[in-house]
């Protein structure tokens, strides 16, 4: 059909070619423009021909044909390009330049755009870029059909809504000066008359909706990161008789050879199909409205995944901030770590997980391209997003002052289609977003100030354990300042040795979170210079006595071996640990307890010893997970018992959610650390040698290795321990005073060496050794025979360790 003449960029015809029958042909649904152009277009083509929109299509690249190439097409052609100039009968175009343009990629292969014009010379480089940019614009409006007729028959003319923009035109900005050199239907569109235009780009942002110019500013005055590739964007304007309308912006960025953006090519439209209905223009108003009153990012973001998860019939909705190439989320719904991909999980170490953007590189690409990615239903996803949206997802940038400062995901677990309507929508949340996040940090930069400080002296992620799986969880206070000094810690000793701390200090302030950061170095300090854990609390306590504050702290601290599963419990005034033991009897671990920390310095802490099965639960947890204005502390307690007693102890991350999900409003900030003892495959065995300092010392410690090793069953790693032992001892005796030990460690699958002396001088491996001299080869030597080597102090010493890999026939040993 024939419609109102267009003319864009040189071109004086357009037409839509559709893809049909299975992807086997192309079918003409509309045809607009100077039909004496291009005479009798066919109406269906083979996309398996020989012609300008077959070959476009499959190549899935634009072809410009001048003059000159075009007659070569219709001489061995004639029938797919019929054309006639004026109206005379067909014959070879004298300056007609043609151009074919795919429409859609990949997954979406929706047809091609032939576009036709006398233009002798062929189109100029600024021409094919226009069009190719009006061609995507095509393709938009193609795909909102196509969504609304999903499984019926491919769109035709008749269908009412016009394939090629009513109205569009293109723009050419200079980024030097701001000039900008606009067609006339711009201006049209934007109810400007010409006259009125002084050729600078802010007149015409003047006509934008204030919500969307932080996006429209993005687009016109873009950095190198942006000038990257093409941008898009749909926004609204407010023409002078009131009227507010879509317009779909699409612009490439022109650089100079340094890289430095020069020109701005954009083609603006009308994008009516993007209109929102009543009830998503309500959204919209009620989400601004609330957003305008929110001063923190938890609030914002909350009310953000508020709004777009019901109206969307979403299953996922996640809201999170830019941190230091990490995606720290802010908001989510549902709030249970089940329901999120396992990278998301094992991130989850607080309320929000924070997760790497190295482990999502498809939302990495996202972010630096500024604009939202829609991803169908078996999208080529990294699990970290495939497992958010399996049924499709949609990838939010939220712009703010023209960078990204966050992204919200939006996942359906069900095949998920995506309509116009839902475009809108997601396009104008995410820039309401950005804008209220940008307040709200203004608003909150004490708060976010002092969270970032918290979040910075709590492990990021915990050391996988042999025998065990430890999960942790903290949780901000709801109330005043929402940060304080709760904290906990898993710190690998040697010997299959593992401390678990936890710990509370007084008050709710930055104060309170730079003391607990303060505590938790200083307790990781004496635990691994191999203190008892007695000892470890001991000089903890006396540090915070010697510190300038008046805040004291509780503790409890647990050094448990894994392979005998031996517990060492020490308590500074803090709550005992709760077990849960195999067969599903939970209590109280009873442990005498001391003082909390700062509070007397030469105070005592007994310690607590207690043995732990295969299957145990470990349950450290402070108040304010069990105790607040509405709950006894005994009554809180009781609650965690039966609880544990429940649950599943092969899922000690499923109890932790549970434990702190009973939480509601939280007058304090919450911690708690779990652990599901398993033991090892087998008990390791162990001796112990003091080496007397004799003239054959060294003799005797290889001879009583020799004899427990063959005791043991180990034959074939013989020499190479007795190797070992004759340096380590050597190096002990030549070069400490006082006592020296040996211990022999054999467990499943390594035998340890230990020597221990009284120096805390660690031994220093030489660079090199010359051939005169006497000595300096031992470490060389033990380096050379050991699997694994290294020094750790000890108290009042240290002790120089090596093991070997060692392997029984027998696998139950």
């Known amino acids: 059909m024939t419609r109102h003449r267009f003319a864009f960029c040189g071109a004086e015809l357009a037409a839509v070619y559709v893809v049909a029958d299975q992807d086997r042909e192309l079918h003409l649904a509309e045809l607009t423009g100077n039909r004496g152009v291009l005479y009798g277009l066919p109406a269906i083509l083979a996309v398996a021909g020989h012609s300008p929109a077959a070959n476009a299509f499959r190549s899935g690249r634009p072809l410009w044909l001048t003059p000159k190439e075009l007659a070569t097409f219709i001489e061995e052609d004639p029938h797919h390009i019929p054309t006639r100039v004026g109206n005379g009968a067909p014959q070879s175009p004298a300056r007609i330049s043609l151009g074919a343009l795919p429409l859609g990629h990949g997954d979406q292969e929706l047809g091609c755009l032939i576009v036709a014009g006398e233009v002798g010379d062929g189109f100029s480089a600024d021409d094919r870029s226009l069009l190719e940019l009006y061609a995507d614009q095509v393709a938009a409006g193609?795909?909102?059909?196509?969504?609304?007729?999903?499984?019926?028959?491919?769109?035709?003319?008749?269908?009412?809504?016009?394939?090629?923009?009513?109205?569009?035109?293109?723009?050419?900005?200079?980024?030097?000066?701001?000039?900008?050199?606009?067609?006339?239907?711009?201006?049209?569109?934007?109810?400007?008359?010409?006259?009125?235009?002084?050729?600078?780009?802010?007149?015409?942002?003047?006509?934008?909706?204030?919500?969307?110019?932080?996006?429209?500013?993005?687009?016109?005055?873009?950095?190198?990161?942006?000038?990257?590739?093409?941008?898009?964007?749909?926004?609204?304007?407010?023409?002078?008789?009131?009227?507010l309308r879509w317009l779909g912006l699409r612009c490439r960025v022109e650089v100079d050879p340094t890289g430095t953006p020069r020109r701005v090519l954009g083609v603006v439209a009308d994008a009516t199909y993007l209109r929102p209905s009543a009830d998503e223009v309500s959204v919209v108003q009620r989400l601004s409205a609330t957003l305008a009153g929110a001063a923190t990012i938890r609030e914002v973001s909350r009310l953000v995944v508020a709004a777009l998860r019901e109206p969307l019939g979403a299953c996922r909705v996640a809201v999170g901030e830019l941190e230091l190439e990490r995606l720290r989320v802010t908001a989510l719904d549902p709030p249970e770590p089940d329901a999120w991909p396992e990278v998301w999980r094992s991130e989850w170490r607080s309320e929000w997980p924070d997760v790497a953007l190295s482990d999502l590189p498809t939302l990495q690409s996202a972010l630096r391209g500024g604009h939202m990615s829609l991803w169908p239903p078996g999208a080529d996803l990294e699990p970290g997003l495939l497992g958010v949206g399996p049924g499709g997802l949609a990838v939010l940038p939220l712009p703010a002052e023209g960078r990204m400062i966050g992204v919200c995901l939006v996942g359906w677990a069900t095949e998920h289609r995506f309509g116009p309507e839902e475009r809108s929508l997601l396009t104008a949340t995410a820039g309401l977003a950005g804008q209220a996040l940008v307040r709200a940090h203004a608003l909150d930069a004490g708060h976010e100030l002092a969270t970032m400080l918290q979040r910075s002296l709590l492990p990021r992620k915990l050391p996988e354990l042999p025998g065990g799986v430890a999960v942790a969880?903290?949780?901000?206070?709801?109330?005043?300042?929402?940060?304080?000094?709760?904290?906990?810690?898993?710190?690998?000793?040697?010997?299959?040795?593992?401390?678990?701390?936890?710990?509370?200090?007084?008050?709710?302030?930055?104060?309170a979170a730079t003391i607990m950061g303060q505590m938790r170095t200083a307790v990781r300090a004496y635990a691994v210079e191999g203190h008892p854990p007695d000892v470890v609390v001991a000089r903890a306590n006396r540090l915070l006595v010697g510190m300038e504050?008046?805040?004291?702290?509780?503790?409890?601290?647990?050094?448990?071996?894994?392979?005998?599963?031996?517990?060492?419990?020490?308590?500074?005034?803090?709550?005992?640990?709760?077990?849960?033991?195999?067969?599903?009897?939970?209590?109280?671990?009873?442990?005498?307890?001391?003082?909390?920390?700062?509070?007397?310095?030469?105070?005592?802490?007994?310690?607590?010893?207690?043995?732990?099965?295969?299957?145990?639960?470990?349950?450290?947890?402070?108040?304010?997970?069990?105790?607040?204005?509405?709950?006894?502390?005994?009554?809180?307690?009781?609650?965690?018992?039966?609880?544990?007693?429940?649950?599943?102890?092969?899922?000690?991350?499923?109890?932790?959610?549970?434990?702190?999900?009973?939480?509601?409003?939280?007058?304090?900030?919450?911690?708690?650390?779990?652990?599901?003892?398993?033991?090892?495959?087998?008990?390791?065995?162990?001796?112990?040698?003091?080496?007397?300092?004799?003239?054959?010392?060294?003799?005797?410690?290889?001879?009583?290795?020799?004899?427990?090793?063959?005791?043991?069953?180990?034959?074939?790693?013989?020499?190479?321990?007795?190797?070992?032992?004759?340096?380590?001892?050597?190096?002990?005796?030549?070069?400490?005073?006082?006592?020296?030990?040996?211990?022999?460690?054999?467990?499943?699958?390594?035998?340890?060496?230990?020597?221990?002396?009284?120096s805390p001088r660690s031994p220093v491996r030489p660079v090199s050794v010359s051939w005169e001299a006497t000595g300096g080869r031992g470490l060389l030597i033990v380096e050379a025979t050991a699997m694994a080597w290294g020094s750790v102090p000890l108290s009042g010493g240290k002790q120089v360790w090596a093991e070997i890999p060692w392997r029984h026939e027998d696998p139950a040993q």
């Open 142 to 243: 193609l795909e909102s059909v196509a969504a609304r007729f999903a499984g019926r028959k491919a769109p035709q003319a008749h269908l009412g809504q016009s394939l090629v923009p009513d109205q569009g035109g293109a723009f050419i900005l200079e980024l030097s000066t701001g000039r900008m050199e606009a067609h006339a239907h711009v201006l049209e569109l934007l109810g400007l008359p010409p006259e009125q235009f002084d050729g600078q780009v802010e007149t015409l942002l003047a006509c934008a909706v204030p919500d969307d110019m932080p996006a429209l500013m993005a687009l016109v005055e873009p950095d190198r990161l942006a000038a990257a590739g093409g941008q898009q964007l749909a926004f609204r304007i407010r023409r002078p008789n009131g009227e």
């Open 473 to 511: 969880r903290y949780l901000p206070a709801t109330a005043g300042l929402e940060v304080g000094g709760d904290w906990y810690d898993v710190i690998p000793l040697g010997d299959a040795h593992v401390a678990f701390v936890i710990g509370d200090v007084q008050g709710h302030s930055a104060g």
């Open 549 to 758: 504050t008046d805040l004291f702290a509780t503790c409890g601290y647990v050094d448990l071996d894994m392979e005998e599963g031996i517990a060492r419990v020490v308590r500074a005034g803090h709550l005992p640990p709760i077990l849960r033991h195999p067969d599903g009897v939970t209590e109280e671990m009873a442990v005498e307890g001391g003082p909390p920390l700062g509070v007397l310095e030469a105070a005592e802490f007994p310690m607590t010893e207690i043995g732990l099965l295969p299957g145990t639960l470990l349950i450290l947890l402070t108040d304010g997970l069990v105790e607040s204005a509405r709950l006894h502390l005994e009554e809180g307690m009781r609650r965690v018992c039966d609880v544990a007693a429940e649950a599943d102890p092969l899922d000690v991350g499923g109890l932790a959610d549970e434990l702190v999900m009973r939480v509601g409003r939280r007058d304090d900030d919450v911690a708690l650390l779990l652990l599901r003892y398993d033991g090892t495959r087998g008990r390791p065995k162990r001796s112990h040698w003091t080496v007397w300092r004799l003239p054959k010392a060294v003799l005797h410690a290889r001879r009583f290795t020799a004899r427990t090793l063959r005791a043991w069953g180990v034959v074939e790693e013989l020499d190479t321990a007795l190797l070992i032992v004759s340096e380590l001892v050597t190096n002990a005796i030549a070069h400490t005073q006082g006592e020296v030990g040996m211990d022999l460690t054999l467990s499943t699958d390594r035998l340890r060496i230990a020597v221990n002396d009284a």
